[in-house]
């Protein structure tokens, strides 16, 4: 309903004119309230907006160069950590005269800060007042952390009273550490590597070959080859018996494709005739720079840094727990002894490898040719062994900014002659012949020379343990590397003395390595622990299947450590399965640290129509596994590489299938929670005579050792 307004008086009048002013003088009405307040209201707001206008600007600034920082830091951290532990503020002058800290300044100026800035030798654990800091990393020796920091101007923040401030953003980096092979550091017992004494607790030996021998008799770093080491092998021939095996010669039966006239060691004509049989049969062995398989650059030692034919030497790492720690070598010298009575099971430590009766030695090598009562007094047969010890300044350098330890941080040991044969020819009661002096060659050998008396010692250095260093002791947490050699022998008054390559310094050396806290040597085998002892890269193991256990055999082959969880890493064997005598039938397991990792080997496939038999593999390891070795909350799958099968019974040799050739790569998919653990290789030999000699390789599939921490 509508409603007019009627003033109260005639306009006019007085009365009229009283009631107007009153109306003037009254208070505002609550519409005109409202429009003051919202002017208040919004100027308030404005500055508040403003305010907020200018952190979201300032704060997107702000986490623009802390990314910037970030990624800078990241750079600089990945490219110092190289250069840890050694060279953390100490300039590695051997490389390019930079230091972890000098490398990380170079990367993060090159990402646009720390323009002038000259970099501490040290610093706190985070320090975010100098505009680049690179530190060690508290409680982990090999780890660096970059911090870079700058500061910010800000600009619509300083109308609400911000100034100024810092900003600091920081990386780590760390490197994955090496591969423990052939060591137990999850039980303490890994300052021995190998057997040290007679009792044979850990069932292998580190093994090495002479530099002149095949690699198809067991390892794979020697010089020559028949054929290629990485070709997979095609299914075995079908079994043909042999009338008397026994009476096989050289290793016709035991290398895979040398041409059936021409078998390796039984050319008497000499090396050089045999090598032109190779050739004209296809088959040239392959040697030297030729041979593909060779130890990483730099991982040589004092006697094959400067020789450009040798692949180089068999590394160890050693990590010192404790002060005053020594290295000691059980057997260094190669001193060849008779040949066993049986392949069965059993074989000596150094010795020239037989025939497949176990009856017989080879009867030539490379053109030095036994005598007919199998003598080996050519000093051409033997090598030297060199053991090196030297301060690692950088895992990522190969070898350049490695020292050697003094004193006497390189001891090269002469050969020695134990065979009955021989010692009886010089009139040797006992000990051995000492081939360093006297240089009289088997009559058969071509030299001229007669079979004279002299040249007996009466205790060799085989079976004993001796220091390297000249007992020198090693720093606490640093790393060193062992290098072992076996260089050929070049005797004093040799009438021969220019040896051709390839063809002085044959048969196998075994020996055993212990790391001890103080400096006394080990005695049966064991000393207290000083620190951690493993093959660095690669390994040669030889088996001697003691009569308690000969059937079972377990080589603690990889200790993986938790920080290679999620990524996979590749096994490789190389010849395993070699069997002698009556023959064999060998297996060989990979046994996890728990049963849900699974080891994944190569699937045949097919080679010119015919499927290769890449990995013969049965449903059921048959051999016992040592309760504990792998328990979990899955069914361990016993699926087992056949490494040799039984050709049947009368002495007749196994297939040995992959014998000079590597077995893998074996895929060993680690979990993103992987907490590290110990690997296995389990062997079964179902018939005792499986004495193997073979190598193993592990490395990672693909990514970088070097990796971001946080």
């Known amino acids: 309903m509508h409603r007019s307004f009627t003033p109260p008086v005639t306009p006019g009048n007085a009365a009229w004119r009283k009631w107007r002013t009153s109306r003037r003088q009254s208070p505002p009405s609550g519409r005109s309230q409202q429009r003051g ?238 090598m032109t049989l190779y050739a004209q049969n296809g088959s040239a062995p392959l040697c030297g720079l030729s041979q593909p398989d060779k130890q990483p650059p730099g991982f040589t030692g004092e006697a094959t840094a400067n020789d450009p034919v040798h692949p180089g030497a068999y590394n160890f790492a050693i990590r010192p727990t404790g002060p005053n720690t020594t290295v000691w ?51 051409r047969f033997h090598f030297d062994m060199t053991y090196s010890l030297y301060e690692v300044g950088s895992v990522f350098f190969r070898g350049a900014t490695d020292t050697l330890v003094t004193p006497n941080g390189s001891a090269t040991y002469h050969p020695m002659d134990e065979i009955r044969n021989d010692l009886s020819a010089h009139n040797c009661s006992g000990g051995a012949y000492d081939l360093t002096e006297v240089s009289t060659y088997t009559a058969a050998s071509g030299t001229g020379k007669t079979i004279l008396p002299g040249g007996c010692v009466a205790s060799p250095t085989s079976y004993t343990w001796v220091p390297i260093g000249g007992g020198a002791t090693l720093k606490q947490d640093q790393i060193y590397r062992l290098a072992v050699e076996a260089t050929t022998f070049n005797p004093n008054n040799d009438p021969n003395p220019t040896c051709a390559a390839f063809q002085c310094g044959w048969g196998r050396h075994s020996y055993a390595i212990a790391v001890c806290a103080g400096t006394s040597p080990p005695f049966g085998g064991t000393c207290p622990s000083g620190g951690l002892i493993s093959a660095w890269n690669n390994m040669d193991v030889y088996l001697n299947f003691p009569s308690a256990t000969k059937n079972n055999i377990y080589v603690p082959v990889a200790y993986i450590p938790k920080s290679y969880a999620g990524r996979t890493v590749n096994l490789f064997l190389y010849d395993p399965g070699d069997s002698h005598g009556n023959g064999d039938n060998a297996y060989f397991l990979i046994v996890p640290p728990d049963p849900c990792i699974v080891v994944k080997y190569p699937t045949p496939t097919l080679i010119a129509g015919v499927t290769n038999n890449w990995v013969r593999t049965v449903n059921n390891y048959p051999g016992t596994i040592p309760p504990g070795q792998s328990s979990g909350t899955c069914k361990l799958i016993t699926t087992a590489i056949q490494a040799a099968e039984r050709n049947g019974g009368g002495g007749q040799v196994s297939d040995d299938i992959y014998n000079g ?40 599939a693909g990514g970088s050792p070097v990796h971001l921490i946080f």
């Open 37 to 274: 307040q919202t002017l208040v209201i919004f100027a308030l707001s404005l500055t508040v907006l403003i305010g907020f206008a200018g952190l979201a600007i300032d704060v997107l600034r702000t986490y623009d160069l802390y990314a910037h920082e970030e990624r800078a830091a990241e750079a600089g951290a990945l490219a110092g950590v190289i250069y840890m532990p050694n060279f953390y503020s100490a300039k590695a002058t051997a490389i390019d005269n930079n230091s972890a800290i000098t490398r990380a300044l170079i990367e993060v100026q090159k990402n646009g800060f720390g323009a002038g800035v000259t970099p501490p030798s040290s610093c706190m654990d985070k320090d975010t007042s100098a505009a680049v800091t690179a530190c060690k990393v508290t409680g982990n020796g090999t780890a660096l952390q970059v911090t870079v920091t700058q500061t910010i101007d800000v600009f619509l923040l300083s109308v609400v009273g911000v100034q100024s401030f810092n900003v600091s953003a920081t990386a780590g980096a760390d490197f994955l550490d090496p591969f423990v092979l052939g060591a137990l550091p999850s039980t303490g017992d890994s300052n021995v590597w190998g057997d040290g004494g007679s009792s044979n607790p850990k069932l292998f030996l580190a093994s090495i070959n002479g530099p002149a021998e095949f690699k198809e008799m067991g390892d794979p770093y020697v010089n020559c080859e028949d054929g290629n080491s990485l070709t997979p092998p095609l299914p075995p021939p079908p079994f043909v018996p042999q009338a008397n095996p026994n009476l096989l010669n050289a290793t016709q039966d035991l290398i895979r494709t040398f041409p059936a006239a021409v078998p390796p060691y039984t050319t008497d004509a000499g090396f050089a005739t045999n």
């Open 329 to 379: 070598i059980y057997n260094p010298n190669f001193s060849a002894q008779d040949a066993a009575q049986s392949c069965n099971g059993s074989q000596n430590v150094d010795t020239f490898f037989q025939d497949n009766g176990c009856t017989n030695y080879y009867k030539s090598y490379g053109g030095l040719t036994l005598d007919s009562a199998q003598h080996f007094d050519d000093p």
């Open 661 to 700: 050739l590597w077995v893998g790569p074996d895929q060993i998919q680690l979990p993103s929670d992987f907490a590290g653990g110990q690997f296995w290789l389990d062997e079964f030999s179902a018939q005792g005579n499986n004495f193997d000699e073979f190598a193993v390789s592990v490395t990672l």
